[in-house]
């Protein structure tokens, strides 16, 4: 339809699936591989809804794209869940919209007293905590300038409340290039949500708040197990 937005839709993927993980009473004591949210069913149910409070004679947002940036465990100290981020990755590519781009996670490890790497009997490095994300929203933020630079885009969503990610909605919104608009998982209940916002917030942008009932439609059926 004419002036429909063509849009792509950043997903910082562990932000978005831990934040409505925790956040909703029906899914905070689940196991989280129970809660893994499909990039593109999570794509089209953000534009249904925002879309469907939009005012009369608006343009609607039509899925471009969805591009989603996420950490993925080491082969070396956590086989099956490197296994299963693959797996993932491959089913939810299958649609041609989707892409999935994944970095790393950071693993620091245990020394010994003379400060080398202590090891297991079996030569292996011993882990110091649990391992971290690292450079994902740097990739995210790179990822929403590039989109509103192309003159095929109209509008770009950042699906993350990582407020390190302010300065790409700053930028972006400086570009004037594309529309940017962010998304939150909201709890109606506790009117708890957590929403990013640009630097000057004298100048709000467009956030769609996504409830429960939402976060529950956007969890991937598949079992990677």
């Known amino acids: 339809m004419a002036g429909d937005l063509r849009t792509v839709v950043i997903v910082d993927y562990q932000n978005v699936h831990l934040t409505g993980h ?62 299963r981020n693959l797996a993932q990755k491959s089913h939810w590519e299958q649609d041609p919209r989707v892409s999935v781009t994944l970095r790393p996670l950071k693993y620091e490890y245990q020394r010994d007293a003379t400060g080398r790497h202590a090891t297991d009997i079996n030569g292996r490095r011993l882990l110091s905590g649990a391992p971290r994300e690292k450079g994902v929203d740097v990739m995210c933020a790179l990822a929403a300038v590039r989109a509103a630079r192309d003159a095929a885009t109209d509008l770009v969503i950042l699906a993350s409340s990582d407020s390190d990610l302010a300065p790409a909605l700053d930028e972006v919104r400086r570009m004037a290039c594309a529309k940017v608009e962010t998304f939150c998982w909201y709890d109606v209940t506790t009117q708890v949500g957590y929403q990013l916002h640009p630097t000057d917030r004298t100048r709000p942008l467009w956030n769609t708040r996504m409830n429960e009932a939402d976060f529950r439609s956007c969890v991937d059926p598949k079992s990677y197990l």
Do not use: C, I, K, W
Not at 23 to 35: A, D, G, N, Q, V
């Open 22 to 83: 925790g956040l909703f009473p029906s899914t905070r004591h689940l196991p989280r591989h129970e809660t893994l949210v499909h990039p593109l069913m999570f794509a089209q149910r953000l534009l249904q809804v925002r879309n469907s409070r939009q005012r009369d004679g608006m343009p609607a947002a039509v899925l471009g794209r969805v591009e989603v940036f996420r950490g993925q465990p080491s082969p070396e100290h956590d086989a099956d869940a490197y296994a």
